[in-house]
Structure formats: structure tokens, C-alpha cells
């Protein structure tokens, strides 16, 4: 069987990289494990202009935050699916100096940040003492509905492949490579974590990190924004009425990537102090991350195998930065165009080459 691409992994970056090729009328075949924990299954789906305890203004931000709302909207609309909402976070100070931090960076002219108008509108649900500010444009990303509208469709056109693949059984011969009974022109890596043990690209400094979700039901909660504080409290429009995803922890040190018995107690006893009505605990997920030690993407083409090509390292930030360096790698792959320096695999060049 013949094909141009021969993709490996459908989380968001293999989503997007294989609607990108398809809009451009481009032949390609998805081989994905359907593995339940990974990073797109798990994550809140949260595109936010701002980051860390310091409010920085994330990297890319003017350009990366638009052009996600619009792709998932055209991929959602393509799909007759809902795959994205505008929800603005309220931020919940967990102390005086975090308070100081977010109204600095809102007197700095920080387009992101406000103090929030009505100070006791959330009074009725939650605990806080150091009042509450505002993130705005906040997107969420509905991955849960998304990935098996995608997965459908190109199990329809029969591009899907359902399978572990083995790269054992792949090879480069004459500008092609092949698998199985497939002779593709490039192969593309989007496959997360597991890339840390991909012999074409493991020697990137990749920095895996494990987090933990608590998916809940908290009835009367108001679906109308992501609330934050210590944990941050989503709703999930898609699993139903008054389901929410709370979540989450960053480990970077873990023995495996299962849930743990600490981040349930603690995020459990956590809430109770925070929300003043019941909730209930309906599942417990975790998984890792495709971080990388310098917080930019893997994206392009190997140095030395130039039919193999990877769109990885998304970190915690895979549903806004997939679809922009995915529709970048199309353009790469079609026509030739470069990759943004600072998430071009090219420099690590010399590292790829040994
Ligand atoms: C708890 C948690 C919360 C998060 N919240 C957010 C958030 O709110 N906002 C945000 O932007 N990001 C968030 N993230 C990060 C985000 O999930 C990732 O950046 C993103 O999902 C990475 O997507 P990916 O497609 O590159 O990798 P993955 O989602 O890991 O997808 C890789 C795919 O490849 C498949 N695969 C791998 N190896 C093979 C193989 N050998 N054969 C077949 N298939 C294979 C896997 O099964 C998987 O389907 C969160 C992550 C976690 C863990």
C-alpha cells in the first residue's frame, strides 16, 4: 500500500497534523495504540494567555491564542462538533502576594488580567479570602469530543490503524520508508512521551512530567467559567451537567504514571476548604506529558533521516501550540517553509547527527 504520510499517534498534535494534510488533498495513513491515558485523553483542554505565579504572558501568545480559536473552530465545524468554548478563569488569590502580582501586571497594562467587577458573585460557592481577579480570553479546547470525532472519520475513510506500531519493523530505503505492507514518503512522529524512546529522536532533552486529574460532580456549580485557586476547577460541557475536571500537579520525579492515593486526599481536602457545596469524586486519571527541558516544542525534520519527522514536546501546553506547529510542519512538508526558530528540531542538529 502506498501513501505520502505515514502518521504515528492521533492525540491533538497527530489530530491536527493529519487535518492539515487532508484540507491540502494529501494521502496518509494514522497508526494510533488508542492508549486511554495519554496527555490529549486527560488534559482540561485549557488555552490560557497567561502563566505561572507571575502572570507572565505566555510565549507566542498574540499569535499562537488566535489561530487556535480559529482552527478548532474550522476542524469543529468540518466535524459538525463543538470543539471549542470561550471561558474566562477566575482567579481565586491564594494569598496576599499572588493578589499584588496579578493587580501589578493588570496596572501594567496587561491585556489578559482585571480585577474581577463583582467581588461577591461567587460567594454562594466558594471560600476566599484575598478576592478574585479575572483571565481574559480563556479558551477551552473540548479534546474529549474532538479526538473520537477525528478518530471516526478517519476510521470511515479507512486512514486509521489501529495497532501498537513497532519501529522495530520500520526502514529508510531509497527516499521512502516502509512499514508492514506500507511504502510512505515521510514518516511523522507525533507520539508524546513514548518519544523518549524513539531511536531517530531520542537524544532530545525531553522533560516528562506526570500529572493527576479528579474528574467530578459538583451539582449547582455554574458551568460559566474555569475557577482557579491551588487547583483549578473546569467544566467538562461534554460529560455532562455539572461535570467538572480538577486538576492539577506537576511531577517531574515519579515511578510511574498511574493516580495516586496522595493527590486524591490532597486535592479532596483541598476543595472541601474551597467550595462551600458537596461534591462527588467519579473518576481519577493521570498521565504524562511531552515536556522538554527548555518549555518549546520538537518540530521538523531529522537531520539525517530526512523522511522522518516529528511534532512533539507540546509540554503542558499541547492544545493551544499543536495545531499552530502542526499547520507549520504542513506548510514545511508541502512547500518548504521554515519552522519557528525557537521550536525548529534543526537546533539540535548536531545532536541528531551523532
Ligand atoms: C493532567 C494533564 C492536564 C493537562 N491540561 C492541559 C491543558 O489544560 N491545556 C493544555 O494545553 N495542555 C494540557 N496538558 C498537556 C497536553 O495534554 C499535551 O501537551 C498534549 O496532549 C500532547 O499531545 P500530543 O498529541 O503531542 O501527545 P499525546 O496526547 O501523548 O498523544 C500521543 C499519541 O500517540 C499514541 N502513541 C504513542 N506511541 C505509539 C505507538 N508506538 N503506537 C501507536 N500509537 C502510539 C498514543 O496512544 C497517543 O494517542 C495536560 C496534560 C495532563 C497530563
Known sequence: MQTEFLII?????????????????????????????????IAAGIINPV??????????????????????????????ITAISHRNIIDFFPNPFMRENFLKRTEEGNEYTRAFPDQEHFRSWFNFEFSCGEINPVYTAHLETLLPAWRQQLTNQQSLWEENFEIAQLRFEAGAIHYKNIKAGNIIFCDGPAGIDNPYFKQLPYALNKGEALMMEIPGLPATHIFKKSLVLAPLQNAGKDIFWVGSNYAWEFDNANPTKEFRETTERVLKEWLKIPFQIIDHRAGLRPATLERRPFVGLHPHYKQAGLLNGMGTKGCSLAPFFAKQLTELLLHGKAITAEADINRFQKILSR
Request: hydrophobic fraction near 40%; glycine fraction near 12%.
Open 9 to 41: 499517534g492521533q492525540g491533538i498534535s497527530g489530530t491536527f497534523l493529519s487535518y492539515y494534510l487532508q484540507k491540502a488533498g494529501r494521502s496518509f495513513v494514522v497508526i494510533d495504540n488508542n492508549d486511554n491515558n495519554s496527555a490529549s485523553r
Open 51 to 80: 502563566t505561572g505565579r507571575r502572570m507572565v504572558t505566555v510565549w507566542m501568545a498574540d499569535e499562537i491564542l488566535p489561530f487556535a480559536w480559529k482552527a478548532y473552530h474550522e476542524i469543529g465545524h468540518d466535524l459538525g
